[in-house]
């Protein structure tokens, strides 16, 4: 099954809010035609009207896809409208956070070929990381289609199993919001000593952005890269000093935030 097979049989989006709607542009950008993509989205945005894919109509029986990119709170309305698709052909990829595959073949049947997906909010941009892992009926071929389509948003990775999901939603699928409060208080720090807001933020922005990219194109590890930032007793070790504390820096903190929020996965996913 591949992007043909997409075209032929169509695509149903359940959900198409802001990861969906970013999926969606990436595809039509790459030549999937609008009028094979069917959208079942309770409040469809301007964007979405003005794309041409049908919205809320009747559904065709065996899309080669259904994309779940509803919230987790819609999910028990919405999710057993399609149960007729199970147990078949349709592949089922989910990028809805915290809902297991297990949840997915009770509603669908057991026999239904499931691939769940983490995807972070960088996707919006074309920059995202989504992580993928598949059921028993998740052939190769599967994972290669779904490892296909959210390419038009960022990176994919494999996982060995479900089992790591929560590890990846608190680095990567909750990770975007632990950098926006670094460039948060890497402001504020800057105003307390004596910048004006608007630059302190303009400077804060930029430095991560710039040093994320530097980080992803460098062949060095982010390691070595602070070394080489870093002059012996200068200004960065100054503060080097206070962030790699190993009571009350970086290393501490993150673990905690880190597996506060895998934690809470596990907690959901229950």
């Not at 989504?130 to 296909?148: D, F, K, M, S, V």
């Not at 996982?159 to 990846?168: I, S, T, Y």
Request: hydrophobic content about 45%.
């Amino acid at each position: 099954m591949d992007m043909e097979t997409v075209k032929a049989r169509g695509l149903v989006l359940l959900g198409c809010g802001k990861m969906g709607s970013a999926m969606l542009e990436g595809w039509l950008k790459q030549g999937l035609p609008a009028s094979n993509v069917w959208v079942i989205d309770p409040r469809p945005s301007d964007w979405l009207m003005a794309t041409g894919v049908q919205i809320n109509q009747p559904l065709p029986d065996s899309p080669a896809i259904v994309l779940i990119a509803v919230k987790p709170q819609m999910m028990a309305e919405a999710l057993p409208t399609l149960q007729g698709m199970g147990n078949g052909p349709t592949l089922f990829l989910s990028v809805a956070a915290g809902t297991t595959i297990s949840h997915y073949e009770q509603v669908l049947g057991a026999e239904t070929p499931i691939v769940r997906a983490m995807p972070n909010t960088p996707a919006a941009i074309g920059r995202g990381i989504t992580a993928i892992t598949g059921n028993a009926q998740a052939t190769e071929e599967h994972l290669a289609l779904a490892e296909a389509l959210l390419s038009a948003v960022g990176q994919v990775v494999r996982l060995e199993g479900e089992h790591q999901m929560d590890a990846v939603t608190a680095v990567s699928g909750s990770g975007p919001a632990y950098v926006f409060h670094l460039i948060e208080t890497l402001a504020a720090a800057g105003e307390a000593e004596g910048l004006p807001p608007a630059l302190a933020l303009q400077l804060a922005k930029a430095t991560v952005g710039g040093a994320g990219a530097l980080a992803e194109a460098s062949p060095e590890t982010p390691a070595q890269l602070r070394i080489n930032v870093t002059s012996p007793a200068g200004t960065t070790a100054a503060a080097l000093a206070v962030l790699m504390d190993e009571e009350a820096g970086f290393p501490p903190l993150l673990k905690k935030a880190v597996k506060a929020a895998a934690d809470r996965g596990r907690e959901l996913g229950k």
